[in-house]
């Protein structure tokens, strides 16, 4: 066990004063995995269970790979909501229709229109889409949904936005107001819910998955303006930062909003967010082919991320959460980190949790 590390007053509303969490149980509701198998009797399900009971992930994303059936997916989730100790992980799922969903007609469920699709069809009925949709990430067992795309059309050519119809529109206004309507289905679920990509994908040229990619000249300012109407307005549980780099506002040093603290700055100071700031997966191309996992996790909880998400999708890593936690351990040790800072973050990720289904 890593040694005791109490929390400073100032975040003591989300701390239990008789016992404060230690360093393990801090750091790894940080900590975001991946992992591979569908049923119990899989080595990996079985090492992503593990990581959960031990504390070292504070929360599991889950893809195709381990989704086969309604009945099955069910119980899946309902094993690691079962064998969590305290406070239970975030289950995560990247569904938003279109090309991007994990709940199909494949594996026993309903298939999503595109969020293109949705906004030519008008507010009502997106309102029966995405409250049927949501109802199906319930039934799941899923408590945290990684969208909507608040990305703007800006390019129908974009690879992996345009192309893809994973925006509602180039219209800001438009954006915000069906990304409402996806909120609030999920609240009405108790489902949590991230805008995504932050500062704004709509503009890339380049898909982040496959090389990094360089929105410089091409990002424009209306990209923020869903973001910050959703945050005005209360809507907001969480944002996922985009491995995008801007060297005229967020990457002076060449670094990937992930890692840039002046992108945390506009998201914190400038549209006054306080809710969860989640990265993007940090072994997507875009990171990994320059920054090592553990440069990575370290560089992105200074930036002021408070989750680090590890997919494992190309690149298995099974004791992921172990590594992060380890990780980000060794970097407090040497002044890297600050370990109070972290603490405001395990605070927004227990609040969060508190208002979702994935209270204990």
């Not at 309604?70 to 119980?75: H, L, P």
């Amino acid at each position: 066990m890593l040694p005791l590390m109490v929390a400073s007053p100032a975040h003591a509303a989300c701390i239990e004063a008789k016992s404060a969490p230690d360093a393990l149980a801090i750091y790894g509701q940080l900590v975001m995995i991946g992992f591979t198998g569908s049923a119990a009797s899989h080595n990996g399900v079985k090492e992503a269970l593990a990581q959960v009971e031990q504390g070292y992930a504070g929360g599991l994303v889950f893809f195709g790979r381990n989704i086969t059936g309604v009945k099955q997916i069910r119980s899946l989730t309902g094993l690691f909501s079962k064998h969590a100790t305290g406070v239970k992980p975030f289950l995560a799922v990247d569904e938003e229709g279109g090309k991007v969903e994990r709940l199909t007609p494949r594996n026993g469920f309903a298939k999503q229109p595109t969020a293109r699709s949705i906004a030519s069809r008008g507010p009502k009925s997106a309102r029966q889409i995405y409250s049927r949709m949501a109802g199906d990430v319930a039934a799941a067992g899923f408590n945290f949904n990684l969208g909507p795309v608040v990305d703007l059309d800006l390019r129908r050519n974009n690879p992996i936005i345009g192309k893809l119809d994973r925006s509602y529109s180039r219209d800001p206004e438009v954006v915000a107001e069906y990304a409402q309507v996806f909120i609030e289905a999920h609240r009405q679920k108790k489902i949590a819910t991230a805008l995504k990509h932050f500062p704004g994908h709509g503009s890339s040229r380049r898909d982040s998955h496959v090389s990094v990619v360089d929105v410089t000249g091409d990002w424009q300012e209306d990209e923020l303006i869903p973001y910050r109407e959703l945050i005005a307005d209360g809507l907001v549980d969480a944002v996922m930062m985009a491995h995008l780099i801007n060297r005229e506002i967020w990457s002076p040093e060449n670094l990937p909003a992930t890692f840039s603290r002046n992108a945390v700055k506009i998201l914190r100071e400038d549209l006054k967010f306080d809710g969860v700031i989640v990265s993007d997966d940090l072994q997507m191309a875009a990171i990994a082919k320059d920054h090592p996992l553990a440069q990575a996790i370290v560089q992105s909880l200074a930036a002021g991320n408070d989750m680090v998400l590890i997919g494992n999708v190309k690149v298995q890593q099974p004791e992921a959460a172990k590594f992060a936690v380890r990780t980000i351990t060794d970097a407090v040790a040497r002044g890297e980190l600050d370990h109070s800072r972290l603490e405001q973050s395990f605070c927004r990720v227990m609040k969060l949790k508190k208002q979702s289904a994935g209270a204990g």
